[in-house]
């Protein structure tokens, strides 16, 4: 486990919350190895280090090296041709 890291711990960042940090009893950790992110409620996310602030891939956890321009998110090039916004047809970077 040496290679996950909180994400966001015991919060989440959602559409619904405009993206901002809400408080969740959910943790997001995150595999630096194999890119593998998931939300837990276990109690071993208070012994895991916090992700550096890197900006990582929304979809992936990989490094990102772009952001959609309509949601403002973080993605790598690979990710971001498969993301979309409804009516707004394909992603341009910004």
């Not at 290679?3 to 989440?12: E, F, G, I, L, S």
């Not at 559409?15 to 890119?35: K, M």
């Not at 009516?87 to 341009?92: F, I, K, M, Q, V």
Request: with cysteine; aromatic share 8%.
């Amino acid at each position: 486990m040496e290679a996950c890291r909180n994400a966001a711990h015991r919060a989440n960042y959602s559409a619904f919350n405009g993206y901002h940090r809400t408080p969740s009893p959910y943790s997001q950790v995150r595999c630096h190895t194999c890119g593998a992110v998931w939300r837990t409620k276990a109690a071993y996310v208070n012994e895991l280090p916090d992700s550096p602030p890197l900006r990582a891939c929304r979809a992936c956890a990989r490094a990102a090296d772009t952001a959609c321009r309509i949601c403002h998110q973080a993605y790598c090039g690979n990710c971001l041709t498969d993301h979309h916004h409804e009516g707004y047809g394909s992603p341009a970077t910004g």
